[in-house]
Structures are given as structure tokens and as C-alpha cells.
């Protein structure tokens, strides 16, 4: 055992504390369902240099784009979070994807990420299954993985100050996917 090693699940309990304090349910519910499934399998590496507060809000924020997109969209949204706007920040730009779901997505990605010259410094992906009422709204995230499932990224790449390069890479982004559900 290292020293390091309750910094995870104490990291963890934090984020997952913050979606409890902040949030009513049942969408406190829903989310640390999700934030659990995201995080299930992270490497500690990649949450030492990370905080509570921005993990929180990068989930909250995957959250609300999920909720945003019906089942059967594909989008990508990259940006830069601010403390002031957002409520989270990170020193590199953010990439979120929902997709349905579909063989391929990872390597497809990384390979769009190589094509441009990006380093993806974290990413968090995978497919997940959520309950829709009528109206879309997510009412539940399955236990099992029956039904349509989406795909979920969270990723950062070198912080991108040019709007026509955030562009190209969610362009070439949604280019690709679009040609995997094409296949």
C-alpha cells in the first residue's frame, strides 16, 4: 500500500458529497449514479493533480449535455470552462461527446485526436443506459446494460484558445462518429 492510495476513494466521496449538498433529488440520485459509473474504473493517476470541485462540476456538466441530447443524436461540444461561468475550470479544453452507442468510438476518437496533433491528458468513456420518460427527460440509469445505450466522453486536450480550432476538432469529431453510424 502507498501513500497515496485513500487520496482516490476520499477524492471520490468528496465529489460525490458536493452532488449530494448541491443537488435535489431525484436528480442527486441519478447523477452519482453516474458520476459512480464514470469513475468505476479511473486510474489513481489521473485524479492526483484533480479537485473535488472541478470533478464535480465536469460530471454535472456531461450531465446536463446528456440531458440535452435525445437518444439518438450524436453531439460533441468543446469549450473551455471558467470558474466565473461555469462553476468548474480546467487549464485544457474540454471535450464532451454523447453518441449512441456503437463498436469503435474509443479508437476512432484517439485516432481524429492523432490526425490533429491532440493529446488527450484524460479521458473518461463509456457506455451507459438510461430510462427516458416520454418526454425525454432521464428518469433512470440502468443497472443493466438492456436497452439503447449512449456513449459518454469526457476528455482535455492542450488548452485551444482559437474558436476556429475548437471548431476543426468538433467538427472532425462529429465527422467521424457520424461515419461510424453511417457504417
Known sequence: MTTRDPIV??????????????????????????????????????????????????????WNHLSDVKISDISVRVFNPKLSQDGWQSTHTVVEIVTPDSPFLVDSVKMALARL???????????????????????????SNAGMQQTLFHFEVDHLNDK?????????LLIVLQDIHRS
Not at 117 to 141: A, K, Q, Y
Not at 164 to 172: A, D, K
Request: aromatic share 6%; charged share 25%; proline share 3%.
Open 164 to 172: 476556429v480550432e475548437m471548431e476543426r476538432l468538433q467538427n472532425e
Open 9 to 62: 476513494p476520499v477524492l471520490l466521496e468528496k465529489v460525490y458529497a458536493l452532488i449530494a449538498e448541491k443537488l435535489e433529488m431525484p436528480q442527486q440520485s441519478l447523477i452519482t449514479q453516474l458520476a459512480q459509473r464514470l469513475f468505476a474504473n479511473i486510474d489513481d493517476d489521473d485524479l492526483l493533480q484533480r479537485n473535488e470541485s472541478d470533478m464535480y462540476g465536469a460530471t454535472l456538466s456531461l
Open 117 to 143: 496533433d491532440m493529446t488527450s491528458h484524460f479521458m473518461l468513456h463509456g457506455p451507459h443506459c438510461f430510462g427516458r420518460n416520454e418526454s425525454g427527460e432521464i428518469i433512470s440509469v440502468c443497472e
